[in-house]
């Protein structure tokens, strides 16, 4: 059985910083890891992902460049790292594995394992 499990997530004031961790326990076939988050009343959107082709990770994108998103191969680990912290970030941030390519990186569709989501709450 394949999941996803995060970590990390908790409450910060603004301009602060927070690094969400993902690992992956069994098999997962994938071409993209991803973040996703969910503020209440809205629509899921993509914040972070990395495209792997061949083994290796081929492209990272992040909606800000106040986020980075990197991977630890042993571990089975994916981290979003999250800095200048602000309110409008706050929502359940999600990690995914999926096929997605660079032209869908951020497409929910292409995702087909969700973690349980952590929350992230930055106070002002």
């Known amino acids: 059985q394949v999941q996803l499990v995060e970590s990390g997530g908790g409450s910060v004031q603004a301009g602060g910083s927070l690094r969400l961790s993902c690992t992956a326990s069994?098999?997962?076939?994938?071409?993209?890891m991803g973040w996703f988050r969910q503020a209440p009343g809205k629509e899921r959107e993509g914040v972070a992902a990395?495209?792997?082709?061949?083994?290796?990770?081929q492209g990272r994108f992040t909606i800000s460049g106040r986020f980075t998103i990197s991977q630890d191969n042993a571990k089975n680990t994916v981290y979003l790292q999250m800095n200048s912290l602000k309110p409008e970030d706050t929502a359940m941030y999600y990690c995914?594995?999926?096929?997605?390519?660079?032209?869908?990186?951020?497409?929910?569709?292409?995702?087909?394992?969700w973690g349980q989501g952590t929350q992230v709450t930055v106070s002002s």
């Open positions: 990395i495209y792997i082709r061949d083994g290796t990770v």
């Open positions: 069994g098999y997962i076939y994938s071409s993209s």
């Open positions: 995914a594995a999926g096929v997605a390519t660079i032209a869908t990186m951020f497409e929910e569709y292409e995702y087909n394992n």
